[in-house]
């Protein structure tokens, strides 16, 4: 199980400081929020932005590509310092060839859904790619509600991903069964318990003035699965 702190909800003023504080509090992932204000109604970082940042962590730099058309900032995103890159199956008119073109570059290969995006855009790709994003909210902003069906999709993709011979999991070969959006300790529970392997956490890790980060990330990583009430 682990944990990949969204540093959209951190000091803007101080990524930097910010990537390095949650990568010695424990994070596992350090998640990037990449918005065009197009895609997404909002607009946030660029890749010499993150390239930035690069030399402040060694953690492993998910990067959540809120952009569309998305081809042109794959290959930059790459050399930015990007290891996971994902995209919406929306954001351009050949999925397909936009998964190629994320392996080509050397990163591991990321679709996201969004809360209404239909499942079975999945299945023609389960063999190409090395994770899925479940969104628990609409893409754009942090500190959103959990938007409960998800946890029904989550567990649905969980099958799907078995059904077609694979596993969740970050072993090679494996699917890593990724959410975002409105996690905090009491849905981590839930989103373990229907076959979650990594959380995605803005608010939770970064936000209110409480800056134990390192309790904050184990909270999260050690929430009890239990099913909704
Ligand atoms: C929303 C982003 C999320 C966001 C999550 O478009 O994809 O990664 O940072 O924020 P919280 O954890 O606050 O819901
Ligand atoms: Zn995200």
């Not at 809120?66 to 081809?71: E, F, G, Q």
């Not at 500190?143 to 596993?167: D, Y």
């Amino acid at each position: 199980m682990k944990i990949a702190p969204s540093l959209l909800s951190a000091d803007f003023a101080n990524l930097g400081a910010s990537a390095r504080v949650v990568t010695q509090a424990g994070a596992d992932w350090l998640h990037w929020d990449v918005m065009d204000g197009h895609f997404v109604p909002n607009l946030t970082i660029g890749a010499d932005v993150m390239a930035a940042v690069r030399p402040y962590s060694d953690l492993p730099f998910d990067v959540h590509l809120m952009i569309s058309p998305v081809d042109a900032f794959i290959p930059l995103f790459a050399k930015a310092g990007a290891d996971r890159l994902t995209i919406h199956p929306e954001a351009g008119p050949h999925l397909h060839r936009s998964l190629q073109l994320i392996r080509a570059v050397g990163c591991k290969v990321g679709v996201a859904l969004n809360p209404a995006t239909p499942l079975e855009v999945l299945q023609p790709v389960l063999g190409d790619i090395d994770q899925v994003l479940m969104m628990t909210v609409n893409p754009g902003f942090g500190g959103q509600q959990f938007i409960p069906q998800g946890l029904a999709r989550v567990a649905a993709v969980k099958a799907m991903i078995i059904q077609a011979g694979r596993q969740v999991g970050g072993d090679e070969g494996q699917i890593e069964l990724v959410v975002d959006g409105g996690v905090n300790p009491v849905t981590a529970g839930q989103l373990w318990a229907a076959g979650a392997s990594v959380l995605v956490a803005g608010t939770a890790v970064f936000g209110g003035t409480d800056g134990d980060y390192a309790a904050k990330i184990q909270r999260l990583k050690q929430a009890p699965p239990h099913t909704q009430d």
